[in-house]
C-alpha cells in the first residue's frame, strides 16, 4: 500500500529537502507552499500524514495540526527551527503527532515516519483498522459483523468494557465503509460538561454565550458525509440527548444561539461501557434515542474471553515499544508468556499494553522473565499506584473521595465533579488513571442512577 504525505513549508529549499527524504522512504508526496494550501491539500488528497513547518503565514503548522486533530485527519508532524518550551508545548496541545527541530537529519525524519507507520498500522500488513490485532473467533466475528453492517448508513452501537478496543472497531466500521474518503470526527461525551458538549456537537453561533468570539462548526458538521465517533455517548446528558435524537431522525439541526436550519448526513458510530437498556429503564438514558442508536448493537468481547490473542498482542506492542526506546527486550519467556494468558486482565488491551511496555523499559536483556510479569501483575494487584508510600497515600485519599463523590451523585461525572471542585475533564483523566492501572472504578456500585 502506497502512503501519502502532505509537506507543508513556505520555504522552498526546506521543502524539497523534505520531500526528499519522505519520498525515499517510499511515501507519495504532496508539496503545500503555507497553511492555507495545506489545509486545501488536506481536504482534496486525504493524506496519511502531514509534515508541517511550524511558522508560516496565514494558517501556522500549529493551526493546521489543530485542525486536522479536530476533524479527524491524519497525524501530524511539526517542524521548527525555534525549538522553545511554548512551541514544543502547543504543539502537544493541538495534537501533533511528533515534533522535530531544524536543522532535521534523514535519519531523525526517518525514525519519525516509521512511529507514524507503527502507531497508525499504515504498514502494508496492517489490518484496516490500524491496530486492531487478534485472531481469535470472537473477534473475527466481531469483525466480520462490522465489515457487514459498514456497507449501510445504519447507526451502529459498540458496546463493551474500557480498554477494549470500541474505538478502533468505530474507526474500522469508517475505512470499511463507502464513506472512507470523508471525514471520520471524534468526540468523546464523557470528557466535557453538557454545555461545552452541546456546543462542540451541534456548533455555536457568535455571542451565543460568553466567550463565543466567532461562529464556530461542530463536529456533526465537519463529519458531513463522512462518520461520527460518539465515544461514551452514555454520559450525553437528558437536554443534550434530545437534540441528539433530533439529528438522527431528521438529519438536521440548529447551532447553539443560531436559528438557520443545517442539513447534515453523517454517519454515527456510539460506544458505550454501560448497559444502556438498564439505563433507558432507569430513567437515565432516553429510550427512544437508545433504540436510535442501537440499530446494529454490537458487543466487543473483553480481553479476558479472548486470551488466545494475547500472543499476537504481545508481539506487536514489542515491536512497538522496542522501536521507541533503547531496548534489548525481543520476547517474552514461555512461563511469563503462560501467565499472561492466564491473567484475567481487568484493564484489558490497555493494561497489557501498560505491562508490555514497562517490561521493555525495565527488563536489561533480550527475553522478559516470568519473574518480572509475575511482580507486576502481583504489585498491581496490591498497588495499583507505582509511587511511593506517602505519594500513595494520597493517591488512595483521592481516590476514595472520588469514589465517594460518584456514590453521593449516583455515578454521574458532572455532578461528582461539580462535588468535588474539579472539572470533567479532570475526573475523567483520573478515572481513567485507574483503568489504566487495572484498578478501574466500578461504577455498578453507585445505584440506580449510576451513569458510567
Known amino acids: 500500500m502506497t502512503t501519502c504525505a ?4 513556505d520555504d522552498a529549499l526546506s521543502r524539497e529537502l523534505l520531500s526528499e527524504v519522505v519520498q525515499r522512504q517510499g511515501w507519495k ?9 495545506a489545509l486545501k491539500a ?3 488528497q486525504r493524506p496519511d500524514v502531514i509534515l508541517s513547518d511550524v511558522h508560516m503565514p496565514g494558517l501556522t503548522g500549529v493551526e493546521l495540526a489543530r485542525h486536522a486533530a479536530e476533524c479527524g485527519g491524519p497525524p501530524v508532524i511539526l517542524v521548527t527551527g525555534q525549538g522553545s518550551m511554548a512551541t514544543a508545548v502547543a504543539a502537544l496541545r ?26 497508525r498500522g ?13 485472531d481469535s473467533p470472537r473477534l473475527r466475528a466481531v469483525v466480520e459483523r462490522l465489515r457487514l453492517a459498514a456497507r449501510s448508513r445504519a447507526t451502529i452501537l459498540l458496546a463493551g468494557e474500557s480498554g477494549t478496543g470500541k474505538e478502533r472497531l468505530a474507526a474500522l466500521v469508517h475505512e470499511l465503509s463507502p464513506r472512507r474518503e470523508r471525514p471520520f470526527v471524534k468526540v468523546n461525551c464523557a470528557a466535557l460538561a453538557a454545555g461545552v458538549l452541546e456546543s462542540e456537537l451541534f456548533g455555536h ?34 437536554a443534550v440527548q434530545a437534540k441528539l435524537l433530533r439529528v438522527l431522525e431528521e438529519a438536521e439541526l440548529e447551532r447553539v444561539g443560531g436559528d438557520r436550519t443545517l442539513q447534515v448526513d453523517v454517519r454515527v458510530v456510539a460506544t458505550t461501557n454501560r448497559d444502556l437498556q438498564l439505563e433507558v429503564e432507569r430513567g437515565t438514558f432516553r429510550g427512544d434515542l437508545y433504540y436510535r442508536l442501537a440499530v446494529l448493537p454490537i458487543r466487543v468481547p473483553p480481553l479476558r474471553e479472548r486470551l488466545e490473542d494475547v500472543p499476537l498482542l504481545v508481539e506487536h506492542f514489542l515491536a512497538r515499544y522496542a522501536e521507541e526506546v533503547p531496548s534489548r527486550v525481543r520476547r517474552f519467556a514461555p512461563e511469563a508468556m503462560r501467565l499472561l494468558e492466564s491473567h484475567p486482565w481487568p484493564g484489558n488491551v490497555r493494561e497489557l499494553e501498560n505491562l508490555v511496555r514497562r517490561a521493555v523499559l525495565l527488563d536489561g536483556g533480550p527475553t522478559v522473565s516470568a519473574a518480572l510479569v509475575r511482580a507486576e501483575l502481583g504489585h498491581r494487584r496490591s498497588h495499583p499506584s507505582a509511587a511511593g508510600p506517602a505519594q500513595r497515600s494520597i493517591r488512595s485519599m483521592e481516590r476514595e473521595a472520588i469514589v465517594d463523590a460518584l456514590r453521593e451523585t449516583g455515578g454521574r461525572r458532572e455532578r461528582a465533579a461539580q462535588l468535588l471542585g474539579i472539572s470533567v475533564r479532570t475526573l475523567y483523566n483520573r478515572l481513567k488513571r485507574y483503568e489504566n492501572s487495572g484498578a478501574p472504578i466500578d461504577f455498578s456500585a453507585f445505584g440506580e442512577g449510576s451513569r458510567a
Request: hydrophobic content about 40%.
Open 94 to 119: 493541538a495534537g501533533a503527532e511528533d515534533y522535530l527541530l531544524k536543522p532535521v537529519t534523514p535519519q531523525k525524519l526517518e525514525e519519525a515516519l516509521d512511529r507514524v507507520r507503527t502507531r
Open 205 to 238: 453561533e457568535r455571542g451565543a454565550f460568553t466567550g463565543a468570539l466567532e461562529r464556530r462548526a461542530g463536529r456533526f458538521e465537519r463529519a458531513d458525509q463522512g462518520t461520527l465517533l460518539l465515544d461514551e455517548v452514555s454520559e450525553v446528558s437528558t
Open 29 to 37: 508526496v504532496v508539496e503545500a507552499a503555507d497553511g492555507a494550501a
Open 42 to 44: 488536506l481536504r482534496a
Open 6 to 9: 502532505l509537506v507543508a513549508d
Open 122 to 134: 499504515l504498514c502494508g500488513n496492517a489490518s484496516p483498522s490500524g491496530e486492531l490485532i487478534g
